[in-house]
């Protein structure tokens, strides 16, 4: 007989028959008659519950089953006459795939979410991380659908790359030489090396992606990044998954559309196929949940300037623990004010000061400002950074040049300008900040199935 996963099983068009199940055992409880067994297989957050009765034959080996312990279940899908299930189970032959011992270490207690990570094999199988890591299946699904939809193709862009998106240098490193080898030359000779030049691992496939869109027309692509930032806060991975559409033909106000149009087909998608993971989250993680999903779903994303938006700060009579001035870069609890406290909403921040911002975002006609933007949201902060590319080859040059970025190193960029430059337009968004949004989760290791973080390499 084929195994039947538990969440087709519950579905309300499902009817009695015979099954096989296949899962772990959450509880047990026997009795002088019968054993029930809670059952799940990881397909969804309910149990489905299993009832052995005395006349199997392995009855006594049944009655010594443990939490955590694999099982083969097979026998009558029959309506349950208990409440809050609409299914159970009566088992005609239960096979023990494996016996946990009794130092399985998840107990009916709620465990931290600490402590979970230190044991990666058995953390999805609780309900918080189940549902979380079903969802973010779900939602990389739903990335794919979405463009799919929307004619755009898929890009793999490279993971090694001789060039720094960001301009930040936080980046790792990636050598084939021999660490001995370096140590006795006493610095590093590039030439020697794998590429015959520095390379790094990607924080953005952005660069990339811009030579396909002035071909292709619109492309995205969505994959690991990485970041070398010595950082062990709430919303930093060292290893992270950023969507990054670009799109050719299109401007600032496009690139917005695009951003807001993405936010609400995926949380629309997540509040329709994952309403009962969603559940657990409002009803444990975070009660205001279902009023921040519906605020994304049926409001008009705000929009205002870096300059109003200092303003704003400057006037809120909001005490910071960061100063406000305007040149500089907003801080997290700023992005925050102005999407929970001002605009009660997602919004939009737009033309930020040219000298904070990256050398590929257009020069605005003030020549002081960049079309760059962000898209803050309540609970999280920045969701989205993006911006309209610089199509002109000379203020492109210029601008590299008074950042004394090596034109040489960029040479194949600069010349996509030659050729048919377009206008073109795009954005990164952090999938874990997107998860982080729709989950209500806090801490961005916990959305993530290996959380790579300073010191923490393990799994």
Not at 82 to 100: S, Y
Request: aromatic share 10%; with cysteine.
């Amino acid at each position: 007989m084929k195994r039947t996963k538990i969440n087709a099983l519950l579905r309300l068009d499902q009817s009695p028959g015979d099954v096989l199940v296949k899962g772990w055992v959450r509880t047990k409880r026997d009795s002088k008659e019968f054993s029930f067994m809670e059952i799940n297989d990881g397909s969804c957050l309910t149990n489905i519950q299993a009832i052995a009765d005395k006349g199997l034959a392995n009855y006594a080996e049944i009655g010594a089953l443990t939490t955590g312990s694999s099982v083969s279940v097979s026998g009558t899908l029959v309506e349950s006459p208990g409440k809050g299930q609409k299914w159970e189970i009566k088992a005609r032959e239960i096979e023990i795939i494996n016996l946990a011992p009794d130092s399985y270490p998840l107990q009916k207690k709620r465990h931290s979410d600490e402590f979970l990570r230190t044991i990666a094999h058995l953390r999805p199988r609780t309900n918080k991380f189940g549902a979380a890591f079903r969802l973010r299946s779900e939602m990389a699904y739903a990335v794919h659908k979405f463009y799919k939809e929307k004619g755009f193709r898929y890009l793999t862009t490279p993971l090694i790359t001789g060039s720094d998106c960001e301009g930040a240098g936080e980046m790792f490193r990636v050598t084939s030489l021999d660490p001995e080898t370096v140590q006795k030359m006493g610095k590093m000779d590039f030439s020697l090396d794998f590429f015959g030049r520095e390379s790094n691992l990607t924080v953005s496939g952005q660069l990339s992606a811009e030579m396909f869109a002035l071909a292709l027309g619109d492309v995205y692509s969505f994959g690991p990044t990485f970041r070398a930032e010595n950082s062990n806060t709430s919303r930093h991975v060292a290893e992270f998954w950023m969507l990054e559409p670009e799109m050719a033909f299109c401007d600032l106000n496009g690139n917005m559309d695009h951003g807001e149009e993405l936010v609400k087909y995926l949380t629309r998608h997540a509040v329709e196929e994952c309403a009962e993971d969603l559940s657990l989250f409002q009803n444990f993680v975070d009660k205001t949940l279902t009023d921040r999903l519906d605020i994304l779903l049926n409001s008009e994303f705000a929009r205002i300037t870096y300059t109003e938006a200092v303003d704003i700060l400057k006037k809120s009579g909001q005490r910071f623990e960061f100063p406000v001035e305007y040149g500089t870069d907003l801080q997290s609890e700023h992005e925050r004010f102005l999407a929970e406290t001002y605009c009660k909403k997602p919004v939009f921040l737009t033309d930020y000061p040219k000298g904070i911002k990256p050398f590929y975002m257009r020069v605005n006609e003030d020549g002081k400002t960049v079309a760059a933007v962000d898209l803050l949201v309540p609970g999280i902060g920045e969701l989205i950074g993006g911006s309209q590319r610089e199509e002109r080859l000379d203020v492109l040059e210029d601008r590299m040049k008074k950042m004394n970025l090596p034109l040489k190193n960029y040479w194949w960029y600069l010349d996509s300008r030659k050729y048919g430059s377009v206008p073109h337009a795009g954005f990164g968004m952090g999938f874990e900040r997107f998860l982080m949004m729709i989950t209500g989760i806090g801490n961005i290791r916990d959305v993530i199935p290996f959380p790579r973080t300073p010191g923490s390499i393990d799994f």
